[in-house]
């Protein structure tokens, strides 16, 4: 008989239990975080998927994360920054990030261009790539501006939420 330790575990915690505590990666903070750090952080993810869904090792897990609507690593830290992002656009977040992002169309210096007319973010320069590009005003703005125009038009967060996610489960499951 096979000791399976995954069967033990199953039955310690409710499923909601065990669906609750495997969410909590994918946080804005590791925007920028080496793809090494990633590929740990997905294969932890990829375990508790299994747990979730009482699967065995040897199984494939792309569909197991496709059954559970669970995005990827990088593109839940992306869902996470765009999210903030919306806030902040939308005044539903602090002051002290909402600061970090500015319209281009706000930008006196750029009202003339065509980028003006559309809803994207000025990504301010930075001088080292390591920790510069992972501050939250730039990281957060490459994001948003990747968006599709349908996805940031939206006119409220849970319909963000909503064209976001699936742009970015089709994205991450090839769709």
Known sequence: MRYNTDYR????FSNTYRTTVTHIFGSATLAGVANNQLDRLQSVMNAA???????????HITPLLHDLHWLRVPQRI???????????LHGMAPPYLA?????????????RL????????NIPPTRRVTIGDRAFGVAAARVW???????TASPSLSVFKRRLKT????HSFDI
């Open 78 to 88: 992306e869902f996470k920054l765009a999210v903030l992002a919306f806030r902040c």
């Open 114 to 121: 065509h980028s003006a007319s559309t809803l994207e973010l």
């Open 145 to 151: 501006n990747s968006l599709s125009s349908d996805v």
């Open 99 to 111: 600061r970090e992002l500015r319209r281009v169309a706000d930008m006196d210096s750029r009202w």
């Open 49 to 59: 998927a299994r747990l979730v869904c009482s699967a065995r090792k040897c199984d």
């Open 9 to 12: 575990i199953n039955n310690r």
């Open 167 to 170: 742009s970015l489960f089709s």
